[in-house]
């Protein structure tokens, strides 16, 4: 009963019954009604509380002497049947002084509640303003002791931060890339880093969404290190959501809460809101760079029947969201899997540096060796990595490599030497300079850049640069 006055709210205004209504006091014992003139008590239990106060069928309740209470000072007839209801009723371990009006005139009752004291009378803090206008005195001094033990328990309750700053990159449709994140072919992972005020005294952390698709359980191991903070990247938007580009720039949010226990002290629970950046279209702003999960090493090439084992690098346990298995593969033409190598190390955690791997290839004859990582995450979804090659040569086709590279190198002297032969300062003229560039027959391509002329010898995988003088 205690609990349900508080949570009752005032009406916008004092209004007279439309109809009678009868309210009953069952921990009095007792009931009354009110027909907006006159409150008249109905019935009285026997060896109740109202009972042994002397109350009796028929008496009018005129007031309430004691305990002054905000809602009570109008008359009681005014009162709806939640207040009547309320004002009627002694709280727990106190006492009701009802004025009545009986045969032989007018008296005062004192009911004495046989409710006990709840043992935390108030366990959510602070209360609004019309829920304290309805404590008894005693029950204001007891709410302002909770709200001195709460100001204590804040001060010793744990604290947990989170930061976070997650953006999407779509273009036409499909995710070009994370900052702040990774995804799987399903879902959204931001990487979030929580930070708490347990140090080594950390128990567990719980994580939940509202959703339903997050519940986690952190535990001290789950730190890079000893009382430091803790990685995760939670499922937090579906990829069909992100996806649907509402917009050039859209705004999502989740709310996770988070249930934090430390050894000797209270528990703490903590709401904070994880956001979600997408950009749409937008050629002005492009991810970051990423880690590539696989790196090749040493040999750069191979000839046929080379035996030597291909050295690299992979970096699948720094894919966010962390993989469950990944395995390297070998890829034809048309980006299918071809052979499946060798299962990948995932490492005990993201911050550790690429981990060496070795692989024979097939060098039995001339091709071209597609490796990729075919990685499996926790939601059951797959992902290839883009494909890294290696090239399976012949003798002679490195002998002509070697021949074409000599002759590229050789045209592209002989074009130097031939532009400072025809211009004195190539940088004078920029527009002239470039026009005989662009004719040479050695050049295929070109284009100016700051003080600089960028230009592609035939036969050259690569630009070249003529930087120009400064002043």
């Not at 791997?357 to 992902?383: C, E, K, P, Y």
Request: with cysteine; glycine share 6%; aromatic share 6%.
């Amino acid at each position: 009963m205690f609990l349900a006055s508080l949570l009752s709210a005032f009406a916008g205004a004092w209004l007279f019954a439309a109809a009678p209504f009868t309210v009953t006091m069952k921990s009095a014992g007792y009931s009354a009604r009110s027909d907006g003139e006159t409150v008249t008590v109905t019935r009285v239990e026997p060896k109740s509380v109202a009972a042994e106060a002397g109350l009796q069928k028929g008496m009018k309740v005129t007031g309430i002497t004691q305990p002054p209470r905000g809602f009570t000072r109008v008359p009681l007839p005014q009162l709806d049947a939640t207040d009547l209801q309320d004002a009627l009723t002694p709280q727990p371990a106190e006492t009701l002084w009802l004025r009545v009006e009986t045969k032989r005139g007018s008296d005062q009752l004192i009911l004495k509640s046989r409710e006990p004291l709840p043992d935390n009378p108030f366990p959510v803090v602070p209360l609004t303003d019309a829920q304290q206008a309805r404590l008894t005195p005693n029950q204001a001094s007891r709410y302002q002791q909770r709200l001195v033990q709460f100001a204590v328990e804040a001060m010793r309750r744990p604290q947990v931060e989170a930061r976070q700053n997650t953006t999407a990159y779509v273009m036409k449709g499909k995710l070009s890339g994370i900052d702040g994140g990774g995804a799987t072919p399903l879902w959204l992972h931001p990487s979030i880093e929580l930070r708490h005020s347990c140090g080594d005294s950390l128990e567990k952390m719980e994580l939940s969404s509202a959703a339903g698709n997050v519940n986690l359980t952190l535990r001290p191991e789950d730190a890079t290190k000893a009382g430091g903070p803790i990685q995760l990247a939670p499922p937090l938007w579906p990829m069909q959501q992100v996806l649907r580009c509402e917009g050039a720039r859209t705004a999502l949010q989740q709310t996770l809460h988070v249930k934090l226990a430390c050894k000797g002290l209270p528990p703490a629970e903590h709401d904070f809101n994880v956001k979600l950046t997408v950009r749409c279209d937008d050629l002005h702003s492009q991810p970051g760079p990423a880690q590539p999960p696989l790196v090749l090493e040493e040999p750069k090439d191979f000839l046929v029947g080379d035996t030597t084992p291909l050295q690299m690098k992979v970096f699948a346990h720094q894919l966010v969201p962390r993989p469950t298995e990944a395995t390297l593969v070998e890829l034809d033409a048309q980006g299918q899997v071809l052979r499946r190598l060798t299962p990948v190390p995932m490492g005990k955690n993201a911050h550790e540096p690429g981990l060496p791997l070795q692989v024979t290839l097939d060098t039995t004859a001339r091709r071209t060796a597609r490796l990729a990582l075919d990685v499996r995450f926790s939601d059951g979804s797959t992902w290839l990595s883009e494909p890294q090659t290696r090239e399976i040569r012949t003798r002679a086709q490195v002998e002509g490599l070697r021949r074409e590279a000599l002759e590229t190198n050789a045209r592209a002297s002989a074009f130097l030497e031939e532009l400072n032969d025809t211009f004195s300062e190539p940088c004078d003229d920029v527009p002239t300079t470039m026009k005989w560039i662009l004719a040479h027959p050695a050049i295929e391509a070109a284009h100016t850049g700051f003080r600089k002329l960028h230009y592609k010898v035939r036969g050259s995988s690569h630009f070249s640069v003529f930087m120009c003088g400064y002043d």
